[in-house]
T-cell receptor
Framework: ETGVTQSPTHLIKTRGQQVTLRCSSQ?????VSWYQQALGQGPQFIFQ???????GRGNFPPRFSGLQFPNYSSELNVNALELDDSALYLC????????????FGQGTRLTVV | QQQVKQSPQSLIVQKGGISIINCAYE??????FPWYQQFPGKGPALLIA?????SEKKEGRFTISFNKSAKQFSLHIMDSQPGDSATYFC?????????FGAGTTVTVRA
């Protein structure tokens, strides 16, 4: 167990809808990153939050957005869902001032139909 | 584009054998290289990691070899066990952001 918890574990949405995924980071970690993992592929970096500010973004459109709260928990929001958004969404927490261990949650499996 | 190239895509090894997974990168800004193990339906779990000032790191049955000049690194799993059957991802980190390889599915036959 990493101490990173994500909710919900699974959900099904219809194309065009909006979805919010949640993540609680490991105690003492102030940086949260989100990754998208399509079936059979490695995780792809979406964005990172530090001290409630976005701190880097991967190659994802603006309909992917996020928030970080003062307790370092985070949300990932996806608007106008597309079929290709179906994936496992992973949250990882880590300390900021080092390239050091990133601990992943169990993920949220999103299916868009 | 894939910043970290991983091979092979899959491998089968007998119990007690050695599994070897290779990765290569181009971006010299990478300065932390972790390996993750992932079971179906679970998130990736950190297995072992290395920094580029070290050429080898061993933890139990898992060893990372790192060649900075060639921009290559590899994972060796010694004395492979059926419980090691999983997908393994190499990754490289720059500014605390991970770039993953495509993964290697390891099957250990009893």
């Amino acid at each position: 167990e990493t101490g990173v918890t994500q909710s919900p574990t699974h959900l099904i949405k219809t194309r065009g809808q909006q979805v919010t995924l949640r993540c609680s980071s490991q105690s003492g970690h102030n940086t949260v990153s989100w990754y998208q993992q399509a079936l059979g592929q490695g995780p792809q970096f979406i964005f990172q939050y530090y001290r409630e500010e976005e701190n880097g973004r991967g190659n994802f459109p603006p309909r992917f957005s996020g928030l970080q709260f003062p307790n370092y928990s985070s949300e990932l929001n996806v608007n106008a869902l597309e079929l290709d958004d179906s994936a496992l969404y992973l949250c990882a927490s880590s300390p900021f001032f080092a390239n050091t261990e990133a601990f992943f949650g169990q993920g949220t499996r999103l299916t868009v139909v | 584009q894939q910043q970290v190239k991983q091979s092979p895509q899959s491998l089968i090894v007998q119990k007690g054998g050695i599994s070897i997974i290779n990765c290569a990168y181009e971006n010299t800004a990478f300065d932390y290289f972790p390996w993750y193990q992932q079971f179906p339906g679970k998130g990736p779990a950190l297995l072992i990691a290395i920094r580029p000032d070290v050429s080898e790191k061993k933890e139990g049955r898992f060893t990372i070899s790192f060649n900075k000049s060639a921009k290559q690194f590899s994972l060796h799993i010694m004395d492979s066990q059926p419980g090691d059957s999983a997908t393994y991802f190499c990754a490289a980190s720059a500014y605390n952001k991970l770039s993953f390889g495509a993964g290697t599915t390891v099957t250990v036959r009893a």
